[in-house]
């Protein structure tokens, strides 16, 4: 079953100029400031997590992240922002698995 969530965007692993951007592991490093590991497991947060987009290495965030930590929401969009990334803003997103 798929869940919608309005507010939400996704980081593309793309600039705006379309190169890809490197390092190649970008989307696991800026999911990992909000993972922690349960029982030696590294689990990503349900609110920043890898994922697809296209073809491309993609990063979901969470519409609640905002509101739960408007910090780190701010620190993610500014991290694309900063880095020439493609951001995707949609109406609602399906949230990855």
Sequence with gaps: ????EPGCFVIVGRTTGGKVFRPSDWDHRLCGVLSQFNQGKLEYSSKVRPTVHGSDKAVFISGDL???NP???????NFAKDNDMQIVWPDVC???E
């Design 1 to 4: 079953m798929q869940t919608l």
């Design 71 to 77: 910090d780190m929401w701010n620190f993610i969009l």
């Design 66 to 68: 905002k509101a739960s």
């Design 94 to 96: 399906i949230l990855p």
